[in-house]
């Protein structure tokens, strides 16, 4: 919880946040940090990887290799500009790579073009 606080996060964001998700009380000030790093290597500023936890809160409990994962899938189908759909979209976080893949690969089945397949997801809540 140290490592929201030294982040930005007020006690009462954090309350907010733990309302929505207890299991942030367990997380490690570690997990908290590698979570951040890699929205920031992600070209996520500090208001968006705030919004991401307000919107989504269960982002800072995710396994982080998984959420590795997820993001690495995302640039591998064509997304780019990831900070901006995790801004738009944060509860994309919420499903793995495989589902992710899953996904793309029925809506190219269905025949949308790739750019189409990438919009689809990135304007439609696809959890």
Do not use: Q
């Amino acid at each position: 919880m140290d490592g929201l606080i030294r982040f930005g996060f007020t006690i009462e964001e954090i309350n907010i946040l733990m309302d929505s998700n207890e299991d942030i009380s367990l997380i490690s000030d570690n997990s908290v940090n590698e979570i951040i790093k890699l929205l920031k290597d992600n070209n996520c500023s500090i208001n968006t990887i705030k919004n991401i936890f307000i919107c989504n809160p269960f982002v800072i409990t995710n396994n982080i290799i998984d959420t590795a994962k997820l993001i690495n899938k995302l640039k591998e189908l064509g997304f780019t500009n990831i900070n901006l759909l995790l801004d738009s979209n944060p509860y994309i976080l919420n499903i793995s790579d495989k589902e992710l893949e899953k996904l793309y690969n029925k809506k190219k089945d269905e025949g949308l073009k790739s750019s189409e397949i990438i919009d689809f997801i990135s304007y439609n809540n696809v959890i």
